[in-house]
Each structure stands twice: as C-alpha cells, then as structure tokens.
C-alpha cells in the first residue's frame, strides 16, 4: 500500500470516530468501546438517577425530553452519518433506548410520523413503555388523523415549516394552523431556528403554549450567511453552527412566558468531550425553571443516556 493511500484510510478512520463522538469523550478515555444499550428489549429497572420533572399542559414531564432524529438518520452532519444512525437504529435499538430513557425518568418523546415511527412506537407502548407525544408537525400530516391516531400531547409546527413561512411572509397561514390545532383539544405549539420568529409570534399574540426553538440558527439564506461570514459563502450552509447563536435564542426565550424547548444544544453532536457539561449548564441556565431540552441520542459506542442524565440531574438538583 502506498503511503498517500495509507494516510489517506487513517485520515478517514480518525474522521470518522470524531464525528462518532456524541455527547462524551473519546471511547480510548472510556476505557475502549462498549456496548451503551441493554441487551434485550423491555421495560428497564428505574436508575438511580432521576431527571427531574415540570407541569406540561396537565401532566408533569421530564425537563430533559428524548429527540427524534438519530432515531431515523436525520444526522445534519452528511449523507456517510445519516446512514451510519440509520443503519445502527434498527427497530430493536430504537425500542431500547425508548426504555431506556424511561428508566431515567425520561417520560417526553418529540415525535415526528416518519415511515416506521409508528411500529417502533407500538412495540415500545406494547412493550410497557410510556411516552407523552410532543409532535413534530410536517407540511404532510394531517393534525386529524395524528391526533386520532396518536393522542399526542402536543403538537409543535415544525421549525423547517415555520422559518419557511417566515422568509416568504406566510406565516398568517401557519397561525391559521395553530388554530385547527388548538380546535382538536391539544397543547399547540411553534418551533423555528430563529430567534426572530418567537419574537414576532410573540408580539403578535397567537394562541399558542410553548415554543421550540433551535438554538442555532441553521436556516440562514445564503444572502444571510454571506452577511456573516463578510461575503464569503461556508460549503453546507445549511449545516452550519455558530457560536454566538446560542445567546440570541436564549435570551428570546427567556423573554417569553410561555414554555420553551431548546435543542440542538450540542450542535447536531459537534460539541464533545468536556464541552458538553457546560452546554448544558449554559442551556438550564439561560431558559426558564419550567423550560426543557430535547436531546438526540447516538449511543453508538457509549452509554450517551447515562451521561446526559447524569449531567441534567447534577445541574437541576443543585441549582
């Protein structure tokens, strides 16, 4: 093999376990790989460490609430991660890491109605496995059928959705959704990228109970990124994460009284190692005592639900 080749696999090896990484450090600190989800599926045996709950609508809910999207691949890294979650999150490790959010006391579940969704939500419920629904709402579904189907909690208009109305100036027609929502006796909600969109909702008065906010703001235009980035244009703009977004979605919500959920605090799993303590020290700190996070998780190679919650109780029991 010749060198060039050679360098080029170890440079693509040591690529890939970075993007790997998740929430903790590297799988050599851990003490090697090993595996993060129980064995078989099924309830699993409440741990010791509890996160903590808040009164959501009419029932409490953990302020840390499990995200969907490594569940199906949606990775907002590139194609190779996408397959990489896809791939490792067969249905049997979709219905583990459900329990085993649930033995942390994970009880909240943002949901969205992709194909297989479903049945993986049916084997965890017909497994024992509780889960209050926070939809994620597509310009495709139905909030009928969802909720007839699904009896969720929550729906939440979707942030692609909302900061697409919101560029093109139709967002009179997403608060006429909220209505339709609000008319199926469900808690509604809206999620967006942009600090901006909560603020506008906000001063306009729309009948609505939470907000979801991204607290990056990945849906820039081009125009937009050109503006940050003094006329230059990054490959990916629509994956890109800065470090002063963060502030800025914070701070809005915060400003609101409804209820807010922040997410992608890591960074789609750019945020590593020993930065991830304080992502979330700095996410608790900067939203209301009645706020939450939605967390993807990507246990590939370490216990990332462990760790999180670890994390979340250390910081919600001792503030």
């Known amino acids: 093999m010749s060198n060039s080749r050679r360098e080029f696999l170890q440079s693509s090896a040591a690529l890939a376990v970075g993007m790997l990484g998740g929430a903790a450090a590297t799988a ?20 010791a460490i509890q996160i903590p709950k808040m009164k959501f609508g009419k029932v409490e809910i953990s302020r840390l ?23 490792w999150y067969t249905p049997e490790k979709v219905c583990e890491t459900m329990h085993r959010a649930n033995a942390f006391g994970i009880n909240a579940f943002n949901f969205v109605d992709v194909p297989r969704s479903r049945q993986d939500l049916a084997c965890f419920q017909g497994e024992g496995g509780k889960m209050h629904l926070i939809m994620q709402m597509t310009a495709n579904d139905d ?7 699904l009896k969720p909690l929550a729906m939440q208009r979707r942030g692609e959705e909302i900061d697409i109305a919101f560029r093109e100036g139709t967002m009179a027609k997403e608060r006429e959704w909220c209505k339709r929502v ?10 967006t990228h942009k600090p ?11 009948d609505v109970d939470f907000y979801a906010g991204c607290v990056y703001n990945r849906t820039r235009t081009e125009d937009e990124w050109r503006k940050v980035f003094n006329g230059e244009l990054p490959e990916m703009t629509r994956e890109i994460y800065i470090q002063s ?24 799993g750019r945020i590593e190692g020993d930065k991830v303590a304080q992502a ?30 670890e994390i979340v109780h250390g910081i919600l029991t001792t503030a």
């Open 28 to 47: 050599q600190a851990e003490g090697g790989i090993k595996p993060a989800l129980p064995g078989p599926s099924g309830p699993a045996a409440p741990e």
């Open 143 to 149: 909030p009928a059928a969802i909720q007839r189907d």
């Open 65 to 87: 609430i499990l995200g969907v999207n490594p569940l199906y691949g949606f990775s907002h890294y590139n194609a190779n991660f996408y397959a990489t979650m896809r791939d």
């Open 280 to 309: 979330f020290r700095t996410a608790y700190g900067s939203i209301k005592p009645n706020d939450g996070v939605y967390i993807g998780i990507f246990p590939k190679t370490r216990d990332e639900l462990k760790i999180n919650a």
């Open 182 to 191: 609000r008319d199926l006796g469900v808690m509604v909600g809206v999620g």
């Open 245 to 268: 977004d963060p502030a800025r979605m914070y701070k809005v919500m915060k400003q609101t009284s409804k209820q807010c959920f922040a997410f992608k605090i890591l960074a789609a």
């Open 196 to 206: 901006e969109v909560i603020a506008m909702v906000e001063e306009q008065g729309w």
